[in-house]
Every structure is written in structure tokens, then in C-alpha cells.
């Protein structure tokens, strides 16, 4: 309604629009305080994920699912800010026409991040099972030549499956559990062509990196008036969805993360940030570290299983029966741990999957939503 | 748990079983690894296979016959040693396993998938495309949707793709091999190498997945390409995909359960079904990726056909898939394809409304020349009869009321219904009439924008007399809007005739009448001459304008057409007759009578003829037949 509109007596246009302005004065005193508390429940949810208990170290499965939790509390109450009682012809007006689309423009890359992921949780899983064969053959008592083979040979192949360059999903060498054989001429070409253990359920051409450095493209903080009315949950919601979509990007394999940005344009002074950058910089410190070497992601179990998985492979190298009694210690405790990991995954990983899901029908509900209420506040053409 | 009989002779068995499984440890000599056991010689895999199973046996004798401590210091070297021997046998046999796999793991072969004698585009049964009379207003949506009913037909055409109604299972190699296969897993799974089986298998049968799913051409387009899509790309890959999911589940992924059984045939509980999951899990989430993201795709009036095709598809191939991923660890997938479904129906529900809000929205003011049928008419009355042609699954589909209009509101801004025609009729039907109700509204505010009261009549009459016969056009349509609901359509556009006419002819008429002729004076009594000359000059005028003008209008339908000209005939030329009858003679015993009486009667029913062509014509024209 906009007060200007109104053509009556002088009188009455007075009074009216006194009327006018003291409601729109209370209903924009209300929605100020609503902006005010999420960003408060923003900043203190995101607080609590940067200081995470032992079981919950940054990036293992447990937390990952208290992240995706956190996003689908703050996105309820910012759905909740926007379109309850919301008038659809306001949302399809300046600044509303550029940021809802933009938002919804998101809102698409990250239901493609999520398959990604929910489809890279698979090649964790993969690894599972190859240290799932190690520590059955290392469980052995005693452990004899023909357990310690064998476990190796799970081992390397899940060194080469964690150490798998994202782009060579399509790549034979690496994909296979290792061959006894090598070089097989014979074969070669055969193996070559067909096999594709983990492709990606993925176009060739998608990459995970460049998804998430479009979604921070034109990412612009609202500055002057639009910073303390709508525009600014918006940016909020729009850092978070963000924010998700790439820590999920770096713990977990998914095609094409060479590449994958680390900084983040968010000014620091918006104080509901601050946490979530503290987050964001110490996710992104470990990614630089570990980017050169290749790895499968910055999953914490992952992290775990790695160097357990190398420090059994360095035991089978230099194994002869009956082994040495400290190294055969020290072995079981890797293998102690690969168990630990083990039993976190296979009792985490498929409701981490479920809950990414949960996260996708959230988002599609919501642009559903946000689409209806662009439809009615604007003129379709048939 | 006593010492085996004759030791040595067992031994001997051992020994010689060793032998064999050194001889083909590919770690350590070039030879072992240059052939493949079961590539080589039925004899040569035999030897072998009886030479794990001797070594198994001794393991579990072994195991058995501690009895001592002594014994059992030997017994522990010995069995380091036999279990090293079993695992360079396992090793093998996971490698002969993955080779044989390779062998026999191309794409489906292509006559499982395509039927070779069908032809490409068999002609079957065409909807009948409709054809209106007038082609002069033809616009780019009335082409759409001649090409949305064209295409509706198409996908009931026979495909190339072999008939795929029910499950079929092929073989999907041969026997010998899925006999071997069977072997080699019997003994790594007895010996407790499980894990490695499965492995490879998953690994080798997806890839073989992977390259027929790329044979059934089915794409990996993530949700972000598909909304980039435009809508006609969209729909032939729908059309695909309908036919490549029938063929995956019903053929493929069913062949590839049965091989999963006949492998790991009592080899042990659920094998077969965790083996299965990790072949077809990826593959089969891969495929509903495509209908998931369609279901999520912004909703626009012409996309509901297609998505109707897709949620019958998939509502068809339900049974299926919970028949081939019936175990419980392939509850997602079940799960998902659920899911799926209700999205899509979700999706059409949400595109209906969305399409009735459109109407009622629809904002053109520019009238159309000539008060024509308007293309909104047009479209709108094109896509309800197609919604009449999917009416089985949308009676399913569509379960709640319009969600306005149902009240009496009062409220001139926005349309609603009554309730008598409302009983017992479906709700998808309830939407239908709505829709009519909505259009009609929306109809009558574009009326208000021509200047001309007539020419709004016209259109109204125009308009709400296309719906009738689109309605009656369509048995399915006329059952659903019911003949209650179609004989107040008809009264109205018969109404909007009447209140033409009277808007255009009875001033034109007045012009004729009897009263304010006649004058009683002192010196002349009678017709005054200068008020009929008046008339004469008043009704020429009048006549020539409103034929000028109504000659550009336009009436499609032929026998409207002609009913309003008959029907104008009938009032105007009676009056015009007896009009001149009374008068002329006053008008031509002045002077230059031609003036006055410039038309015949017979000029009058010829100039009628010109009215609602949509044609101007020249003045001139119309003298010149006079004369």
C-alpha cells in the first residue's frame, strides 16, 4: 500500500495516512526485531559448531550433520521472516525483482551440490569396505603371511581410492583393486576402456568447484538502507546455504574439486559472521595444505583412516612371520582405530546421506514456495 | 577330533594341491601371470578349483585335530603356512573372477533393447487435430497446442525399443561363465573373502550398467542444465527417458537380479541381494535423477501434458520397481521412486491452479480488431480440451476444489460461482467450469476496453459462443462441464446477440418510426416534409456508418454469422419497407428525391450480407449497386 496512492480530502488524506504510516511503522518495528533474532540465533548456532567436543571434531560425519541441522533451523526462520503475511507484490518490486531470483538461482546449485555429495558419500563407503577386508584379514590370530598379503592388498587399494584425482573417476589405472598383474598387454586396452569402478553420476563437464565459485559470484553484502530491512536475511541465508554447500564440497568427494575457492567475500564486521568466517578460514587453511597431495576430502574419518591405512601399509611392507611383538602392537592399535572408523561410518554414513536428502527437499519446498509467491506478485504472460 | 588316517597320503593330496596354487601365484612368477586359469582350459580350472577345495579341507582338519601342545605349536606354523596358501589361491581367484566378469560385461546387447522389426514411426491412431474456420487470427499459442496434441500422439506410438509391458529378463552371459563364476564364489566366500567378491562384482556390472544406460541414451544432466533447458528440448528427452526407464527396470536391472541370484546361489543369505544393491543402487538413483528434477522444474501452463506422461510412466512402472528392488536394503530406492511420483503429481496439481490464476490475470487491454475470438479464448478452451484427454489420471490426481470462487463474495473483483451446478460433479471437473468462469471474467473486463458498446456485445457474443462449441466438441469435456453449466453458457452468448442489437439498431430503427411525421396545421395536413426528408438524411447516415464499420467486424463462425444478419434482416428490412411504402411518395413528388431515398430495399439485404466479414468495403461500392 503506498500512502501516496490515496486521493481523498485533504483532511482525510492526513488522517489516513497517518493511520497508514503508524501500522507500517509497527508491522517494520516487528520485522526488524524478527531480522535481529535470527541473525542472533545465526551467529549463536554457528558458535557452537566452531567449538566442537572430541566426538565431534570439524568435519567428521557427527558434525556434518549438526551443520546440515543448523542450516535447516536457520532456514525455517528465515522462511518464516519473509513470506509469512507477506504481501507478493512487495517481494516482486526493487530490491527484490534481482535478490529472490538470485537466491533461487542458488537455491538450484546447491540441490546439485547436495546429489553430488549424496553420491560422493558412495565412494566414502567404498572405502569402508576395502579397510573393512584389511582389518578382517589383520584381525587373525595369528597373524601369519597369508592375512598380512591380504590385507595389503585392500590397503593399496584404498590408499590409490583416497588418493584418487577427482577428474579420473573416468581413469582405469587407479580405479580397480590393484592386480596382482601390473602390466597385462594382453588386457590392457580392455581394461582401459570399460572400467569405471566409481564414475561419477555427474555430466563430464560439471565440476563442484566451479558450482560453488558461481554461487559466491555476485554475492554483494547489502549496504546503506537495504542493510537493516529484508535485503539483509536474505544475504544472510544466501552466506549460509553457501557456506554448507562448500564445507560439504571439501569433506567429500565429488567430481572436480581442483580449484574449489577459499576465500569468501563476507565483510567481516557483520557481527552474526563471525564464527562462521572463523569457521570457514580454518576449513579452508586444511584444504590449501592438503590440496596438492590429492585426497578424497577433509572428512575427518577419512582424515583418520588415511593415516592408520598408511601406517598398516608401512607394517605389511616390512612384515615376516612371526612378526615382531611391538610392531604386531602397535598394528593392532591402527587396526583398533580403522575398526573405530569402521563402525562411524557404517552407522553414520547412511544417515548422513539421508540427512543431506532431507536437506534437498527443504530447499525445493522452499523455492517452491518463494516461485508461488513471485507468480501471484507479478503478471504472468501466456 | 583324532589324527586324520593315513597322513601321508593325505599329505600327498596337499601337497600336490599346493602345487598347483604356487604354480599360479601371479606375484610370483611371469608365467602365472600371463594367461588366465579360466581363460586357458576346462581342465587346467578344474585342477585348480579341486586344489582350493583340498587346501580349505586341510585347513578345517587342521583346526579340528589340536589336541596337543605340541600339536598345536606345529599346527600354528602349519596353518600360517596353509593360510598363506589360501590366500594366494583367493587372490587368484579374485582376479580370475574380475577377468571372466570383464569378458562377458558389454552393454546389453542391443536386440535385448530394440526390436528390429518394428519401423521408426508407425502411424497409429492420431487424436484428430482440430481445425478452426478462422485461419486470419491463427497465433503462435493456438500453434502450440496443435503441437502439444500432435505430440500427446506421438507417445503413444509403438517405440523402437523392444515392447517392455512387463518384466523380462535376459541372460546376460553364458552359462558356462556364470557356472564358473558361481564356483569361484562358493569357495572366496567359504574361505571367508566375502568382502573382495563383492566388491569386484559391483565394480565390473556397473561399469556394464554404465555403458547401457549410455546405449538407452539416458543423459547425465544435473538439475541446473535441466531449468536451463528450453521446454521443447525437455520434452523429447522425456519421451526418451520413458521409454529407456521401462526397458532399465524391466529388462536390465531385472536381468541383472536374476544374475546376482544364479551366481550366489546358495552361497550364502543375502548375498545376492548385497551384491545386487551394489551393482544397481548408483544406476537406478542416476535414473530417477531426470523425473526428480523435471518434478522440480518452475511450473508453466504448457509443461503439464509431459508431466502427466512422466507420472503415468512411472506410475506403471511402480509394481516393477518394487518388485526387482524388493529386499530392504533397497528401501530408498523404493522410497525415492515414491517420492518421485508424488512430486510430479504435486507438480501437475500445482501447474493446473497456477494456470487458473494465470487466466485470471491475464492483463492484455488491447481489444481485439474486429471483437474476434480472442487468443486467450483460443488457448485456454485448446488446453481444457486436452486436460479432458488426460482426464483419467488427473480425476486421480486432482482431489481438492478451486481454491477461489466457491463463496459468493460480492466482491466485483474477482469471479465465483454458483452453487447449483456444483452437485455431485468431481473436483477435476469443478476446476473445468472454473476455468470457463475465470475466462469469462477476464473476457468481460478486456470487453470494457472497446469504445464501442456493439462491438463489446460482438465480442462477448464471440467469444462464449467458441466455448460452447469447443465444449460440445468434446464428449469427454461436455460430461465433465455437464449441459446444466453449457445451456447457461448458451444463454449468454444469445443475451450478448440481443443486447448488440439493441445497441446498434434501435436507434437506426428510430429513425423510421410513425411518431413527430405527422403535423395538423392551418395550411397543409399530414407528413411534414422537412422532418422526413430529416429521417431520410438520419437514417442514410446511420446506415452507412454502422454498415462501414460492422463490415470490418468480424463473426468466425459461419452459421452466428448468418443467424445476426437474418436476424437483423428481419426487424430492419420489414421496417424499412413499409417505411418507404408510407412515405416515398411525399419524398418524390419534391425536389431531388435521390438524396433522400438513396437505397432500395433491395440495397438493404444486399449491404447486410457485408456485415461481420471482417472486410472493409468502399462507400462507393454500395452506390453503385444502387443505381
Not at chain 1, 482525510?12 to 524478527?34: C, K, T, W, Y
Amino acid at each position: 500500500m503506498n500512502a501516496n496512492e490515496y486521493q481523498g480530502s485533504f483532511l482525510g488524506r492526513i488522517s489516513i495516512r497517518r493511520n497508514q504510516v503508524v501500522v507500517m511503522d509497527a508491522i517494520h518495528e516487528q520485522e526488524l526485531e524478527d531480522i535481529e533474532l535470527f541473525q542472533k540465533h545465526v551467529s549463536d548456532r554457528f558458535s557452537e559448531l566452531s567449538s566442537p567436543s572430541d566426538d565431534d571434531a570439524i568435519l567428521s560425519i557427527s558434525w556434518l550433520r549438526k551443520l546440515l541441522d543448523v542450516f535447516l533451523c536457520c532456514e525455517a526462520e528465515f522462511e518464516a521472516i519473509l513470506l509469512m503475511d507477506r504481501d507478493p507484490y512487495q517481494l516482486s518490486k526493487p530490491p527484490f525483482d534481482r535478490l529472490i531470483p538470485e537466491l533461487l538461482d542458488r537455491a538450484v546449485k546447491a540441490l546439485d551440490i547436495c546429489n553430488a555429495v549424496t553420491n560422493g558419500v558412495e565412494s566414502v563407503r567404498h572405502c569402508q569396505k576395502l579397510a573393512e577386508i584389511a582389518i578382517s584379514a589383520l584381525d587373525q590370530k595369528p597373524i601369519g603371511d597369508g592375512e598380512v598379503k591380504r590385507a595389503k592388498r585392500a590397503l593399496i587399494t584404498l590408499m590409490a581410492a583416497i588418493n584418487l584425482d577427482d577428474k579420473d573417476g573416468t581413469n582405469a589405472k587407479s580405479t580397480e583393486r590393484s592386480w596382482s598383474f601390473g602390466r597385462r598387454s594382453g588386457n590392457k586396452d580392455r581394461v582401459a576402456g570399460q572400467f569405471r569402478s566409481l564414475s561419477w553420476q555427474v555430466a563430464k563437464n560439471w565440476s563442484a568447484a566451479k558450482q560453488i565459485q558461481s554461487t559466491i559470484y555476485n554475492l554483494v553484502a547489502p549496504r546503506g538502507a537495504e542493510a537493516s530491512g529484508l535485503p539483509s536475511p536474505i544475504y544472510t541465508m544466501n552466506v549460509i546455504m553457501i557456506f554448507v554447500m562448500w564445507a560439504l564440497v571439501a569433506a567429500i568427494p565429488c567430481q572436480e574439486r581442483t580449484g574449489l575457492p577459499t576465500h569468501f567475500p563476507v565483510p567481516k564486521q557483520l557481527n552474526w559472521a563471525h564464527s562462521l568466517i572463523g569457521l570457514q578460514e580454518k576449513i579452508a587453511d586444511e584444504w590449501k595444505k592438503k590440496e596438492k597431495k590429492g585426497m578424497a576430502g577433509l572428512l575427518d574419518e577419512m582424515q583418520r583412516m588415511e593415516k592408520s591405512a598408511q601406517s598398516l601399509i608401512d607394517f605389511t611392507d616390512s612384515f615376516q612371520f612371526p612378526g615382531d611383538a611391538e610392531k604386531l602392537q602397535e598394528a593392532a592399535g591402527h587396526v583398533a582405530e580403522l575398526t573405530e572408523i569402521c563402525r562411524i561410518m557404517e552407522q553414520g554414513l547412511t544417515p548422513l546421506q539421508m540427512h543431506i536428502r532431507e536437506v534437498f527437499h527443504r530447499i525445493v519446498r522452499s523455492r517452491t514456495e518463494f516461485l508461488d509467491v513471485l507468480e501471484k506478485g507479478s503478471l504472468p504472460v501466456i | 577330533m583324532e589324527l586324520p588316517e593315513n597322513p601321508n597320503k593325505d599329505n600327498n593330496g596337499y601337497e600336490s594341491a599346493e602345487k598347483i596354487i604356487l604354480r599360479w601365484d601371479s606375484t610370483a612368477s611371469e608365467e602365472a601371470r600371463e594367461k588366465m586359469i579360466f581363460e586357458t582350459d576346462r581342465h587346467e580350472a578344474d585342477l585348480y578349483l579341486h586344489a582350493v577345495d583340498e587346501i580349505q579341507r586341510s585347513l578345517s582338519n587342521a583346526s579340528i585335530s589340536n589336541n596337543t601342545n605340541a600339536a598345536a605349536a606345529v599346527a600354528v606354523d602349519d596353518q600360517s603356512k596353509v593360510n598363506s596358501t589360501i590366500q594366494i589361491a583367493m587372490a587368484r581367484l579374485e582376479d580370475e573372477f574380475r577377468n571372466i566378469l570383464m569378458t562377458h560385461s558389454s552393454a546389453l546387447e542391443a536386440d535385448s533393447l530394440f526390436d528390429p522389426s518394428s519401423s521408426s514411426f508407425s502411424a497409429s491412431s492420431h487424436h484428430e487435430l482440430e481445425e478452426d474456420d478462422s485461419v486470419s487470427n491463427e497465433d503462435s499459442s493456438h500453434n502450440d497446442l496443435l503441437r502439444l496434441q500432435f505430440q500427446h500422439c506421438e507417445s503413444s506410438d509403438s517405440s523402437t525399443f523392444r515392447s517392455t509391458s512387463s518384466i523380462r529378463e535376459v541372460d546376460l552371459m553364458p552359462i558356462e561363465a556364470i557356472c564358473d563364476l558361481h564356483a569361484i564364489a562358493t569357495r572366496m566366500i567359504s574361505s571367508g573373502y566375502l568382502r573382495e567378491c563383492i566388491q569386484v562384482y559391483g565394480s565390473v556390472r556397473k561399469s556394464a550398467i554404465d555403458s547401457s544406460f549410455r546405449k538407452l541414451g539416458i543423459e547425465k544432466l544435473s538439475i541446473g542444465d535441466i531449468q536451463r533447458l528450453e521446454w521443447e528440448a525437455l520434452e523429447s528427452k522425456i519421451r526418451r527417458w520413458i521409454r529407456a526407464a521401462k526397458v532399465c527396470v524391466r529388462i536390465l536391472f531385472a536381468s541383472e537380479r536374476k544374475l546376482c541370484e544364479q551366481i550366489f546361489e546358495s552361497v550364502g543369505t543375502d548375498i545376492d541381494d548385497a551384491c545386487f544393491m551394489e551393482t544397481v543402487k548408483g544406476p537406478a538413483i542416476q535414473l530417477f535423477n531426470f523425473p526428480e528434477a523435471i518434478s522440480i522444474s518452475r511450473r508453466s501452463p504448457e509443461k503439464l501434458f509431459k508431466i502427466l506422461d512422466l507420472h503415468d510412466a512411472l506410475m506403471d512402472l511402480l509394481p516393477d520397481i518394487e518388485a526387482v528392488f524388493d529386499s530392504k536394503s533397497s528401501e530408498s530406492i523404493r522410497v525415492q521412486a515414491a517420492e518421485i511420483l508424488s512430486r510430479l503429481a504435486e507438480a501437475a496439481r500445482g501447474i493446473l491452479s497456477e494456470f487458473e490464476s494465470a487466466i485470471l490475470r491475464e492483463p492484455s487491454r488491447v481489444p481485439v480488431p474486429g471483437g474476434t475470438i480472442h487468443p486467450l479464448t483460443r488457448y485456454v478452451m485448446n488446453y481444457i480440451s486436452l486436460i479432458s484427454d488426460y482426464k483419467q489420471t488427473l480425476i486421480e490426481l486432482i482431489m481438492s476444489k478451486p481454491s477461489t470462487g466457491l463463496r459468493y463474495s460480492g466482491d466485483q473483483s474477482t469471479p465465483d460461482m454458483e452453487f447449483a451446478e456444483l452437485e455431485g460433479k468431481t473436483p477435476l471437473a469443478l476446476h473445468l467450469i472454473w476455468i470457463i468462469v475465470v475466462l469469462q471474467f477476464n473476457l468481460e473486463g478486456k470487453s470494457k476496453h472497446y469504445r464501442d458498446a456493439s462491438l463489446a456485445h460482438l465480442f462477448i457474443m464471440n467469444n462464449v459462443h467458441y466455448i460452447v462449441q469447443k465444449v460440445k466438441g468434446s464428449p469427454e469435456l461436455r460430461e465433465m462441464i455437464g449441459d446444466d453449466y453449457l445451456r447457461k453458457l448458451t444463454g449468454k452468448f444469445r443475451q450478448a446477440a440481443t443486447s448488440y442489437q439493441r445497441a446498434t439498431w434501435v436507434s437506426v430503427l428510430y429513425c423510421l418510426r410513425d411518431e413527430g411525421l405527422h403535423v395538423s396545421g392551418s395550411f397543409s395536413s399530414g407528413v411534414s416534409k422537412s422532418a422526413l426528408r430529416e429521417r431520410f438524411k438520419t437514417f442514410n447516415a446511420m446506415f452507412e456508418e454502422v454498415h462501414r464499420t460492422q463490415a470490418t467486424w468480424l463473426i468466425p463462425d459461419t452459421q452466428l454469422r448468418e443467424e445476426l444478419r437474418i436476424s437483423i434482416s428481419e426487424k430492419l428490412i420489414p421496417a424499412y419497407r413499409s417505411f418507404l411504402g408510407r412515405f416515398r411518395s411525399h419524398i418524390e413528388s419534391g425536389k431531388h428525391p435521390e438524396n433522400y431515398i438513396k437505397y432500395s430495399v433491395e440495397d438493404l439485404e444486399t449491404a447486410v450480407l457485408d456485415f461481420f466479414e471482417g472486410y472493409p468495403i468502399s462507400h462507393q461500392h454500395l452506390r453503385r449497386r444502387s443505381q
